[in-house]
C-alpha cells in the first residue's frame, strides 16, 4: 500500500465510511430505536477504535435579551468492540437503545436527530445524522386532545432553557402554548402553557401556566407585572384518559 493512499485515508479521503440505518423514522418517549451501523472500509484497512451512537436536540439560550440556539446530547451509547475493517469490507453493527421519556416531541421548529460518530485511530472520523419524528405517548397526546376539545389550539412548542429549578436530566424543558379559539375559555384567559415531567410512558406531572385576560385599568397593571399568570402542577396517569378533559377544565377554571 502506497504511502500517498495512507495519507489520504488519514485526512478521510478513501477512508472507512458509516451509514446508520434506522428501523423506522417515527418514535414516541420510551419506544425503542433498532437499527444497524454499516461500515464500508476505504482503500486502506483500518483499526474502529469505536462507535458511539447519540441523540441530540437544540434549545433556546436567552442571555442578555438576545436568544441563540444551543445543541445538546441527550443519550449516546457505545456499541462495539474494537475491530478492523478491511479494504472496501462491509460490516453491520446493530444497535438497540430506549428513546428518553425527556426527548422532545419535533413540533414546531424543535429537531431531534440521531448522529453516529466513529473512532478510527489517526485518521479523520466518519460521522452520519439522521433526523426522526418525535410523536407524543398516548398520555401526551390524551392530554393534548382535551384541551382542543376545550377550544384550544397549539399555537407553539419550544425548547427553552430550564430554570434550575426545574432543571432535570437534561438542560431544557419544551413548552407547548395553546390559545382558546372558542369555548367557554375563549374571553377568559390569553393562553395556557404545559410541560410535561414524564417519569414512565403511562405516568406525568404536567405544569400549567394560565395566563388570564387582563380587562381595564386593573388587568392591565396586573398583566405588567405578571399577576395574571398562574402555575399550578398535576399528576396524571393513564387511568387519567377518560376525565382528562375534565380534570383539565376544572383545574384551568379554577385559576381564571
Known sequence: MSFFTKLFASIGIGSARVDTKLERDTYRPGDK????????????????????????????????????????????????????????????????????????????????????SVDIKNAVDPRDEDFIDVVPTPLVHAAFLALTNLGFKLREAECEEAPYT??????????????????????????????????????????????RRSRGLTGLFSETIELDETKVQLHVTSSDIPRLEKILYDMIIKYI
Not at 390559545?179 to 403511562?202: C, H, M, W, Y
Open 33 to 116: 430505536v433498532n437499527g444497524v451501523v454499516e461500515v464500508k472500509g476505504g482503500a486502506v484497512a483500518q483499526n474502529i477504535e469505536e462507535i458511539y451512537i447519540s441523540l441530540h436536540t437544540k434549545y433556546i439560550v436567552e442571555s442578555d435579551s438576545k436568544e441563540a440556539m444551543k445543541k445538546t446530547t441527550i443519550e449516546r451509547i457505545r456499541i462495539n468492540d474494537p475491530f478492523t475493517i478491511l479494504v472496501d469490507e462491509i460490516k453491520e453493527i446493530p444497535f438497540s437503545f430506549t428513546l428518553p421519556l425527556d426527548t422532545p416531541l419535533t413540533y414546531g421548529k424543535v429537531k431531534v436527530w440521531i448522529a453516529t
Open 166 to 211: 426545574l432543571r432535570k436530566r437534561v438542560p431544557y424543558l419544551q413548552e407547548f402554548e395553546f390559545i382558546p379559539i372558542n369555548g367557554s375559555f375563549r374571553d377568559k384567559i390569553d393562553e395556557v402553557e404545559l410541560t410535561f415531567f414524564q417519569s414512565a410512558v403511562d405516568e406525568a406531572d404536567i405544569l400549567l401556566e394560565i395566563d
